[in-house]
């Protein structure tokens, strides 16, 4: 790869890591992940912000790109470090070998982290929150802005081009051929679009009143382009990825999407049955209804359509007195990401003896869900199961168009 020139003297130094990997240990990226670190040359001093994690040639590919920018070993004056989380400094202490002279840069709470995840303490220096740092024709600002999503979190913005370096703020999985959001192809664009969500569900959703308070504060500044830590830069359109992660964040409290996600697992049919019955309930009012199947289905896209959706349908066996263990899974992810205040329903068999019931209501209790009813039964659906799962399914999907 090359450097992707953003302005004059502004550079995207990147990596393009595969899917082989969970990224953060829990979250496939079946369509890899970009690693996005940036160069801003002055005419005095040269900063480079934010780092990689040796991963999948990362740190390999950076150092080569900041080669062809002719930055070797007293070339650069600067690491600014938006965010300490090791996809963005994994690979700092061998980075501050190879640059002894260079300072860093980064918030009063990273400064410990920095000592305790690298054990570096020399030339590490905490800028404050409003701070400039003068390049000579060009100035670097810096805000902070907590729990984006680590507390430590600040972005920085180059005054004179007018580009915000978000850190994980405004990120997406995937790969993309292209640096910009105007170069995109049609199947990238598809891509982007999964994948943003899908990122900020897993990766920024619980933060999602501290989202609201970042954009507030950066929403003043003149923004020509954002440039996040993964994913692409936008330069054409740069206030629609900042609208979108808006929107995104006010699912949290609503209002979200018109639509319904049916979340079932079934140990050997029974629960399934039903399955079709409250499809064409929700769809018999023109809602639409996202369909997963634990543990086939990931959390991690669970969550994504879970985030953006007003209505959940749960299904799930009991299992030995207890809730189907696959499904509390996925209610312990929903519940740790804040998936709050939704209407539910709930359907599920058991054999001998039920008992879901009892850990689903904790969990309908904890995430203050609207519970609209249960259809909880032996063995097999009878008619009159699949009745009341058809009706109470159609009944919700209606309170939800009418809302």
Known sequence: MK????????YRVSAKVGNRDLFEGIWPIPEGVMLNSYVMKGSEKTVLIDLVKDWDGAAEALDGQLSDLRLGEGEIDYLVINHMEPDHTGSLAA?????????????????PLIKHFYKIEKQVRAVKD???????????????????????????YAIEDQILFSCDAFGSFGRYEHCFDDELSEEEEVLLVGETERYYANIVSSFSSFVLRGI???????????????????????????TWYKTLATYMNGPREKEITLVWSSMYGNTAALVPYIVAGSESEGIPVHV????????SFVL?????????????????????????????????SHVVG????????????????????????????????VVEYQGYPDEEDTRSAYEMAKAMAKSIKNA
């Open 304 to 336: 994504e359509k879970a985030w953006r959706s007003e209505g959940l349908i749960i299904g799930m066996p009991t299992y030995e007195y207890k809730m189907f263990p696959p499904m509390y899974h996925i209610l312990d992810i929903l519940e740790r």
């Open 342 to 373: 939704r209407k539910a329903m709930r359907f599920g068999s058991f054999g001998w003896s039920g008992g879901a019931q009892k850990q689903y209501d904790a969990f309908v209790a904890s995430m203050k869900w609207d519970a609209v009813g």
């Open 3 to 10: 450097p992707d020139k953003l302005a004059d003297g502004v």
């Open 95 to 111: 980075f501050v070998k190879a640059h002894p002279k260079m300072e860093i840069l980064c918030s009063e709470k990273a400064v």
């Open 216 to 242: 507030d504060k950066v929403g003043a500044l003149p923004i020509a382009m954002v440039a996040p830590s993964h994913g692409i830069v936008w330069r054409s359109n740069p206030m629609r990825i900042i």
């Open 130 to 156: 409003g701070e400039k740092l003068e390049l000579g024709d060009k100035t670097l600002q810096f805000f902070m802005t907590p729990n984006i999503h680590w507390p430590e979190t600040m972005m920085s």
């Open 292 to 299: 997963l199947e634990i543990p086939k289905t990931h959390e």
